[in-house]
């Protein structure tokens, strides 16, 4: 059948093609609109270049057990294709050969086939995908756009992934097999990834190959591998000195490990971290945007007196909502120094330690023994205290005294499923008769009791600020005033 037989031909349902036909040439059914169902022979060697290219009716290809080889584009943009079999025997898939089959969910692919072209399964609808055993690169741009892809099968002599071969996937986690010595450019480039393991034959990875994937929380690198290594889910260089990749998606505060020396170029660009911490045994970090894309960085915490040398400039961090916290003494070699003299740093603090201590206060109760945390971290909740002439342990408060002062002062219980330690800070328990938030006046008889069932109650929210002498009826935890004396009062 020649070049381009029926191209355009709209009206055209189904096609049959007999098995005295022997070769398909370039465009044959290209432009035709209406065909839904197509049939190729057992004797035709190869399907053409274009042969069904844009036929978005197209639902169903039986192809010939003859068929050695896919043309480029053979059955690009056929947007309702939803199941195709390639037969044993298939050694080439083309270029774009599958490319915007949105509805095309799974194909086998039998283990005869050797090549599958740049971009063949380009913005399709591939859920999942076993390669053929005898599979060893995997192209360019190939699985590029699959978001419906979670889920894929390397063959067991892969060598090579090409570049953006699995960016804009719905990839959710991927071991790279340690046959692989060669991932392109953004192979996995804004993915849904949230794990990745490395294997042995990787020597050369970067920013760029994970960039964007919100959700990768996990880069691990096999022992075997001679380059790589990985420490909670951070890679390294092998003897750990140098910080090689931090994944995009770990979220909160990051202390980078003592005995570190530097950091690859962009090891940090786009993270998700609110605060790093920079060790004393740091002295070069990668250059220009180390820290860029990192949209939610709020703290800096640099350890070394001597700023640690970064080459370039801080291109892509809004340097004006970042504090930088440094040793005492050392703020005026980092406003000197290139990099960390930008103009746009101007919020330049003093710190003593990466560590600081939360120190509790019982106030006449037992003992909590003090926390070291580090600076911008949670606190653990201790045990609660007990006291000898309070029954009930309301909380742990900023507040040295709150039981006394008129007006009322403002009032910040610590919350330690939220609060965050920012320097030295000590808490101060509030002791109170009433044996239970929910209960009325204690029943022990003692003179504050009295005083709690005599005096006029005032109400306050857990902010201090005072809502009148009516109690609350709206669910939730208040304050509850009566003379010299508060507790807290839960209504539900």
């Given at each position: ?199 042995s034959g990787v020597t050369e990875l970067n920013h760029f190959h994970f ?250 929210d857990l902010k201090g600020t005072p809502l009148g002498t009516t109690k ?21």
């Amino acid at each position: 059948i020649g070049n381009q037989a029926f191209f355009g031909c709209t009206r055209l349902a189904s096609i049959t093609i007999p098995n005295s036909v022997t070769s398909i040439g370039t465009s044959v059914f290209q432009g035709c609109s209406g065909l839904t169902t197509a049939v190729i022979g057992n004797n035709v060697g190869s399907i053409g270049n274009q042969v069904f290219h844009g036929n978005g009716s197209l639902a169903s290809v039986t192809i010939g057990s003859s068929v050695t080889s896919i043309g480029n584009s053979a059955f690009q943009n056929c947007s309702t294709l939803t199941s195709i079999t390639l037969p044993e025997g298939v050694i080439s898939i083309g270029n774009d050969a599958f490319h915007g089959c949105t509805k095309l969910a799974s194909i086998n692919i039998p283990n005869s086939v050797t090549s599958i072209g740049t971009s063949a399964f380009r913005n399709s609808g591939i859920t999942s995908i076993v390669f053929p055993e005898n599979l060893t690169s995997i192209a360019n741009n190939t699985f590029l756009g699959c978001t419906d892809l979670t889920t894929v099968t390397f063959p067991p002599n892969l060598l090579s992934i090409g570049s953006m071969a699995f960016a804009n996937s719905g990839l959710t986690s991927v071991t790279i097999p340690n046959t692989v010595t060669t991932v392109g450019g953004n192979a996995f480039a804004n993915s849904n990834l949230s794990s990745v393991v490395i294997g042995s034959g990787v020597t050369e990875l970067n920013h760029f190959h994970f960039s964007g994937n919100a959700n990768l929380i996990s880069m691990e690198a096999v022992p075997e591998n001679p380059v790589f290594s990985s420490i909670d889910g951070v890679l390294f260089n092998k003897d750990q000195t140098t910080l090689a990749l931090f994944p995009p998606g770990k979220k909160g505060i990051y202390a980078i490990p003592d005995g570190t020396t530097s950091s690859e170029q962009m090891a940090f660009y786009g993270c998700s971290l609110t605060v790093v911490i920079i060790p004393n045994s740091v002295t070069s970090l990668g250059g220009n945007g180390i820290f860029g894309g990192c949209n939610s960085l709020t703290s800096i915490v640099s350890l070394n007196p001597v700023p640690p040398t970064v080459v370039g400039e801080p291109h892509g961090l809004n340097q004006s909502n970042v504090d930088v916290y440094v040793l005492p003494g050392s703020i005026s070699a980092y406003e000197q120094a290139e990099w960390w003299r930008g103009s746009e740093w101007t919020n330049f603090k003093s710190i003593s330690s990466a560590y600081q201590t939360l120190t509790f206060d019982s106030q006449g109760g037992s003992a909590v023994a003090p926390q070291d945390v580090i600076i911008f971290s949670k606190a653990e909740s201790p045990a609660n205290p007990t006291h000898p002439d309070f029954p009930f342990f309301a909380g742990w408060f900023r507040n040295a005294d709150i039981n006394i002062s008129v007006p009322l002062p403002p009032i910040v219980e610590w919350d330690f499923d939220s609060d965050i330690v920012t320097g030295e800070i000590t808490l101060y328990a509030k002791w109170s008769d009433v044996t239970s938030i929910n209960s009325g006046v204690g029943s022990k008889g003692s003179p504050e009791a009295r005083q709690l069932a005599s005096s006029v109650q005032t109400y306050y929210d857990l902010k201090g600020t005072p809502l009148g002498t009516t109690k609350p009826t709206a669910p939730g935890v208040y304050l509850e005033k009566h003379g010299k004396h508060m507790r807290k009062i839960a209504v539900r």
